[in-house]
T-cell receptor, first 116, second 113 residues
Framework: GAGVSQSPSNKVTEKGKDVELRCDPI?????LYWYRQSLGQGLEFLIY????????KSGLPSDRFSAERTGGSVSTLTIQRTQQEDSAVYLC??????????????FGPGTRLLVL | GNSVTQMEGPVTLSEEAFLTINCTYT??????LFWYVQYPGEGLQLLLK?????DKGSNKGFEATYRKETTSFHLEKGSVQVSDSAVYFC????????????FGKGTMLLVSP
């Protein structure tokens, strides 16, 4: 597709359940980022992928959060045993090559997660 | 560490008014600076960027100049339109290697006819 896509667009789950969020980056983009947008915290970085490797996981808030990327393309963010404070919009972005600071990151529409 | 501070909103203006949204940053080295915009119900879009001191980014009538001496990247537009109503985010990234974006908290702009 032309842009970054994410699915589902909305997810409602019960506390304690696991959820998987998917990101499909722009074709050919090797750098992929996950961010979280919440009312209290604004936009926060979660994890960065270069190819299938994740050299920076420093933003993951707890060990309940994990992510993987396969084939240098699609990425999945998994949240285990969801808590109400996980409710947020999860954003994925991709950029063209090494993810250098001057590159533009292109964002997907986000997945809105609500944990009841 | 890196941080971005931008003015709190909402900013409410009448159509054709002049807009300034202040943004200042703290960073090691020489970051690249960005303004992203989020229209209602849509994702984040890059509005403009500047990658070195004194560069001016511009797009859709919006401008921002990278001021190293004041560590600022204020967003301006001479005449806003109702369609400019959105949330505006100032952000920075380090210039070397890979880089995550550090965002300000966002400023909501509401433009009335």
């Amino acid at each position: 597709g032309a842009g970054v896509s994410q699915s589902p667009s909305n997810k409602v789950t019960e506390k304690g359940k696991d959820v998987e969020l998917r990101c499909d980056p722009i074709s050919g983009h090797t750098a992929l980022y996950w961010y979280r947008q919440s009312l209290g915290q604004g936009l926060e970085f979660l994890i960065y992928f270069q190819g299938n490797s994740a050299p920076d996981k420093s933003g993951l808030p707890s060990d309940r959060f994990s992510a993987e990327r396969t084939g240098g393309s699609v990425s999945t963010l998994t949240i285990q045993r969801t808590q109400q404070e996980d409710s947020a919009v999860y954003l994925c972005a991709s950029s063209q090559s090494r993810g250098g600071g001057q590159e533009t990151q292109y964002f997907g529409p986000g997945t809105r997660l609500l944990v009841l | 560490g890196n941080s971005v501070t931008q003015m709190e909103g909402p900013v409410t203006l009448s159509e054709e008014a002049f807009l300034t949204i202040n943004c200042t940053y703290t960073a090691t080295g020489y970051p690249s600076l960005f303004w992203y915009v989020q229209y209602p119900g849509e994702g984040l879009q890059l509005l403009l960027k500047a990658t070195k001191a004194d560069d001016k980014g511009s797009n859709k009538g919006f401008e921002a100049t990278y001021r190293k001496e004041t560590t600022s990247f204020h967003l301006e537009k001479g005449s806003v339109q109702v369609s400019d109503s959105a949330v505006y985010f100032c952000a920075l990234s380090a210039r070397s290697g890979y880089s995550t974006l550090t965002f300000g908290k966002g400023t909501m702009l509401l433009v009335s006819p």
